[in-house]
């Protein structure tokens, strides 16, 4: 199974998955919303706000992308938190483009 459709997978209860091929890699959109992309078996996750204040209530720790902006989920076991930060993420990404 390629990483974007074990990717996809993971992801399959938090919403609409796909992943969209955008300059040589994927990019992972939930419900439409572009939430971040595919790396070397890396998920580059847009970070937020509430994406921090969740990882912090839930002791979830992230390595973050060289800039500082995204979180790089390479564990996939909790499917549940990951599916949950997702449906977050993609919700403050909505929020700010209002």
Do not use: Q
């Not at 070397?40 to 973050?64: Q, R």
């Not at 902006?69 to 909790?78: C, E, G, L, Q, W």
């Amino acid at each position: 199974m390629e990483f974007k459709d074990f990717v996809c997978e993971k992801l399959k209860n938090a919403g609409d998955v796909k992943a969209k091929k955008m300059f040589g890699t994927y990019n992972i959109c939930l419900d439409g919303v572009n939430l971040g992309l595919l790396c070397e078996k890396k998920w580059y996750l847009k970070k937020t706000d509430s994406g921090d204040a969740f990882t912090k209530e839930n002791g979830l720790a992230f390595e973050t992308g060289i800039k500082g902006n995204s979180y790089i989920v390479t564990d996939f076991s909790d499917e549940k938190m990951i599916c949950a930060l997702a449906k977050i993420t993609r919700g403050d990404i909505i929020k700010s483009k209002t």
